[in-house]
């Protein structure tokens, strides 16, 4: 029996607010709530509601056959919470199912690991704790921001008490192995799971690409590609988004996505699976060294879409020296810090753009990462006048 893991990743950031060198010290609030509204009643309308209602519908369909697994950013939930309760209530419909497991990451979707451990810890138990009052859960995966992984946060997963954590099955690192099965980290008892980034992919980003020899893509198609996998397991692993927002619905995604769970068990071999069960199911076949930090982001599955050029680069380093005066000041201080750490800020100072970073883009509220650079920038330093006063 070959389990096949579908996750999704659920975020969407905090943008900021236009900022002028001016606005420093003027009191002005540094997230624009307008556009944050505008953004998310976009993605709840054309991805989260019609996605969670498919997926819904799939499970009882089923007889609970088909499983998903989520995890979504504490920074997401706030913003539900506030505005769009309503989308909140249907992850939870699906949560009651058991057909679903969600997974813990950092509270606010940040770079905390390379804030300090200690950062990183309390996101991660922020998150932890937001789970367990929105949903009545306590994650047993951990997924990072942006799967970011390496030997060390494999480690630091485990003293948390993860049983599995989430890796991009990246080949460099895999050599000859197939990302189809579970491993051990090194230095470690924690097993990962490594992204199938070439089936997860062939969703994610190929599927409305029409110089693609595959395409048209359908379910049966799909199974078949499934079926004839070899392993343990097939970690499908995406951005919920890509259901609606990245693939629009005029793509026929959704329509894929309602056909595949009955392709896929017309397989006698091929099961839907949570995270936690194949971990438990399934023995590691080898240890998973990876002593650097790698992402699933971008071609080269690094750090560089954050932290290449010079300009993120200071960005990050006046955030990161912030940390003592924001843990003095403590209250909102500390958490205009924390929404200061959200990947994305980052993301849209990145000067590099591949094929598959465009699909970020109509997300980016600036027009080119200088600007980007200039505005954060800006808050910071407005934040560092509020943090040492």
């Given at each position: 029996m070959t389990d096949i893991c579908l996750y999704f990743q659920v975020h969407q950031p905090l943008r900021l607010s236009k900022f002028s060198f001016f606005d420093i010290g003027q009191q002005k609030e540094y997230f624009d709530e307008k556009a944050n509204k505008f953004y998310l009643e976009r993605v709840a309308r054309k991805c989260y509601k019609p996605a969670n209602e498919a997926i819904l519908r799939l499970i009882n369909e089923t007889d609970g056959k088909f499983k998903v697994n989520y995890s979504i950013t504490g920074i997401l939930l706030d913003q539900l919470e506030d505005g769009f309760p309503d989308v909140i209530e249907s992850f939870q419909k699906i949560a009651d199912t058991g057909c679903c497991e969600f997974f813990n990451e950092t509270y606010y979707h940040s770079l905390s690991w390379l804030v300090s451990k200690k950062e990183f810890i309390e996101q991660v138990k922020?998150?932890?704790?937001?789970?367990?009052?929105?949903?009545?859960?306590?994650?047993?995966?951990?997924?990072?921001?942006?799967?970011?992984?390496?030997?060390e946060i494999a480690q630091a997963a485990e003293e948390l008490g993860?049983?599995?954590?989430?890796?991009?099955?990246?080949?460099?690192?895999?050599?000859?192995?197939?990302?189809?099965?579970?491993?051990?980290?090194?230095?470690?008892?924690?097993?990962?799971l490594s992204r199938n980034y070439k089936l997860s992919d062939d969703i994610a980003f190929r599927f409305s690409e029409h110089s693609w020899s595959e395409f048209p893509l359908t379910a049966d198609k799909y199974a078949s590609w499934l079926s004839s996998s070899q392993g343990d397991c097939i970690n499908l692993f995406m951005d919920y988004e890509t259901f609606g927002e990245h693939q629009w619905q005029e793509t026929g995604i959704f329509n894929f996505l309602s056909y595949l769970p009955n392709e896929v068990l017309k397989h006698k071999h091929l099961n839907f699976a949570l995270a936690s069960d194949i971990i438990k199911n399934h023995m590691p076949r080898d240890e998973f060294d990876v002593p650097g930090i790698v992402s699933w982001a971008d071609v080269d599955r690094d750090l560089s879409a954050w932290l290449e050029n010079r300009m993120q680069q200071q960005a990050f380093s006046e955030l990161k020296n912030l940390e003592p005066h924001a843990r003095k000041a403590k209250g909102k201080v500390l958490e205009d810090w924390r929404r200061l750490q959200i990947s994305d800020h980052f993301y849209y100072m990145c000067t590099k753009w591949f094929a598959d970073g465009d699909v970020h883009k109509y997300f980016n509220p600036y027009e080119n990462p200088y600007d980007a650079f200039i505005n954060y920038m800006n808050v910071i330093n407005d934040l560092k006048k509020r943090a040492e006063n």
């Amino acid at each position: 029996m070959t389990d096949i893991c579908l996750y999704f990743q659920v975020h969407q950031p905090l943008r900021l607010s236009k900022f002028s060198f001016f606005d420093i010290g003027q009191q002005k609030e540094y997230f624009d709530e307008k556009a944050n509204k505008f953004y998310l009643e976009r993605v709840a309308r054309k991805c989260y509601k019609p996605a969670n209602e498919a997926i819904l519908r799939l499970i009882n369909e089923t007889d609970g056959k088909f499983k998903v697994n989520y995890s979504i950013t504490g920074i997401l939930l706030d913003q539900l919470e506030d505005g769009f309760p309503d989308v909140i209530e249907s992850f939870q419909k699906i949560a009651d199912t058991g057909c679903c497991e969600f997974f813990n990451e950092t509270y606010y979707h940040s770079l905390s690991w390379l804030v300090s451990k200690k950062e990183f810890i309390e996101q991660v138990k922020l998150h932890r704790k937001r789970m367990k009052q929105t949903f009545g859960v306590k994650p047993k995966v951990f997924r990072n921001t942006e799967a970011m992984y390496s030997n060390e946060i494999a480690q630091a997963a485990e003293e948390l008490g993860f049983k599995g954590i989430v890796c991009e099955g990246i080949d460099r690192f895999l050599g000859w192995r197939s990302p189809n099965y579970v491993y051990k980290a090194k230095g470690s008892d924690i097993r990962v799971l490594s992204r199938n980034y070439k089936l997860s992919d062939d969703i994610a980003f190929r599927f409305s690409e029409h110089s693609w020899s595959e395409f048209p893509l359908t379910a049966d198609k799909y199974a078949s590609w499934l079926s004839s996998s070899q392993g343990d397991c097939i970690n499908l692993f995406m951005d919920y988004e890509t259901f609606g927002e990245h693939q629009w619905q005029e793509t026929g995604i959704f329509n894929f996505l309602s056909y595949l769970p009955n392709e896929v068990l017309k397989h006698k071999h091929l099961n839907f699976a949570l995270a936690s069960d194949i971990i438990k199911n399934h023995m590691p076949r080898d240890e998973f060294d990876v002593p650097g930090i790698v992402s699933w982001a971008d071609v080269d599955r690094d750090l560089s879409a954050w932290l290449e050029n010079r300009m993120q680069q200071q960005a990050f380093s006046e955030l990161k020296n912030l940390e003592p005066h924001a843990r003095k000041a403590k209250g909102k201080v500390l958490e205009d810090w924390r929404r200061l750490q959200i990947s994305d800020h980052f993301y849209y100072m990145c000067t590099k753009w591949f094929a598959d970073g465009d699909v970020h883009k109509y997300f980016n509220p600036y027009e080119n990462p200088y600007d980007a650079f200039i505005n954060y920038m800006n808050v910071i330093n407005d934040l560092k006048k509020r943090a040492e006063n």
